[in-house]
Antibody
Framework: QLQLQESGPGLVKSSETLSLTCPVS??????????WGWIRQPPGKGLEWIGS???????YYNPSLKSRVTISVDTSKNQFSLNLSSVTAADTAVYYC???????????????WGQGTLVTVSS | QTVVTQEPSFSVSPGGTVTLTCGLS?????????PSWYQQIPGQAPRTLIY???TRSSGVPDRFSGSILGNKAALTITGAQADDECSYYC??????????FGGGTKLTVL
């Protein structure tokens, strides 16, 4: 059974960089059929896709966050990571990592999710 | 920027049928957007219900169905149950590796 688990600081200071890692167990991140994505959810609000990465390093980002987001992959450690720079209180959210499909018809199929981790941005 | 629209809230009677929709701020939703639907219970990660417009994810009961109705994607729940009371999100594929989540619909069963 594939498992993902977000890890990283739960508290980040305003203007600094939020960094999270998502180790993948029970399967290979080098799957040719899947992308690996980050999604966030501010408290009491809806879900927002941040971006995704393929094992080769190809990335796609939400245009509204693109200037501040970097997603990377480490196939040797079977994990992928998120960096979000210049954070503000508006970036306070539960951050999820997830696996999704790699072709048009299943690209929106996020089939395995981490449990989520709350990151609070403090001033 | 494209906005994916959903009803903020909806209510249904136990045993009833409800259709939630997923539209675009500009334009129509078609199968080309490969809509998917997620169910989220508070405090939990989302669960996939439907992908590629109308394909049920493994283990999802057949009282959940997806379709295109007019110019929107639709999720229909038949025989609503108390534990269907939670939030539902649609996702549209915009092409070029971009997906957008709808704002979500909070469903009440009463």
């Amino acid at each position: 059974q594939l498992q993902l688990q977000e890890s990283g600081p739960g508290l980040v200071k305003s203007s600094e960089t939020l960094s999270l890692t998502c180790p993948v167990s029970g399967g290979s991140i080098s799957s040719s059929s899947h992308y690996w994505g980050w999604i966030r959810q501010p408290p009491g609000k809806g879900l927002e896709w941040i971006g995704s990465i393929y094992y080769s390093g190809t990335t796609y980002y939400n245009p509204s966050l693109k200037s501040r987001v970097t997603i990377s992959v480490d196939t040797s450690k079977n994990q992928f990571s998120l960096n979000l720079s210049s954070v503000t209180a508006a970036d306070t959210a539960v951050y999820y990592c997830a696996r999704h499909g790699g072709v048009d018809w299943n690209y929106g199929l996020f089939d395995y999710w981490g449990q989520g981790t709350l990151v609070t941005v403090s001033s | 920027q494209t906005v994916v629209t959903q009803e903020p809230s909806f209510s249904v009677s136990p045993g009833g049928t409800v259709t939630l929709t997923c539209g675009l701020s500009s334009g129509s939703v078609s199968t080309s957007y490969h809509p998917s639907w997620y169910q989220q219970i508070p405090g939990q990660a989302p669960r996939t219900l439907i992908y590629n417009t109308n394909t049920r994810s493994s283990g999802v009961p057949d009282r959940f169905s997806g379709s295109i109705l007019g110019n929107k994607a639709a999720l229909t729940i038949t025989g609503a149950q108390a534990d269907d009371e939670c939030s539902y999100y649609c996702v549209l594929y915009m092409g070029s590796g971009i997906v957008v989540f709808g704002g979500g619909t909070k469903l009440t069963v009463l």
